[in-house]
Nanobody, 122 residues
Framework: QVQVVESGGGLVQDGGSLRLSCAASGRTFSSYAMCWFRQAPGKEREFVAAISRSGSSTYLADSVKGRFTISRDNGKNTVYLQMNSLKPEDTAVYYC???????????????WGQGTQVTVSS
């Protein structure tokens, strides 16, 4: 079993940066692709980013491409989401998740974190 805990959310101004971290417990962390999702009030959950088990492959949604970067450190059981050039429309609760499938689709989630709030003020 894997438990995931996000941190690093907060309030930032338009154009600012934040780095989210997701710490995972368990010795099987490197067996999972890791994903970030977000959900804004009144909107559906959005698949934002994913990274393969080794970290060699990544996926970024078009809405964040060029601004966000996903990375992982298997030695630290941690995945990161570096968010630059933040916009008010990036405001959402961001969730980290462990995906059992090697395909970076975000459709085979086994474990979810509790979420961390990111608010971008204009």
């Amino acid at each position: 079993q894997v438990q995931v805990v996000e941190s690093g959310g907060g309030l930032v101004q338009d154009g600012g940066s934040l780095r989210l971290s997701c710490a995972a417990s368990g010795r099987t962390f490197s067996s999972y692709a890791m994903c970030w999702f977000r959900q804004a009030p009144g909107k559906e959950r959005e698949f934002v980013a994913a990274i393969s088990r080794s970290g060699s492959s990544t996926y970024l949604a078009d809405s964040v491409k060029g601004r966000f970067t996903i990375s992982r450190d298997n030695g630290k059981n941690t995945v990161y989401l570096q968010m630059n050039s933040l916009k008010p429309e990036d405001t959402a609760v961001y969730y980290c998740a462990a995906d059992r499938n090697s395909v970076l689709s975000g459709r085979s989630i086994d474990y979810w974190g509790q979420g961390t709030q990111v608010t971008v003020s204009s």
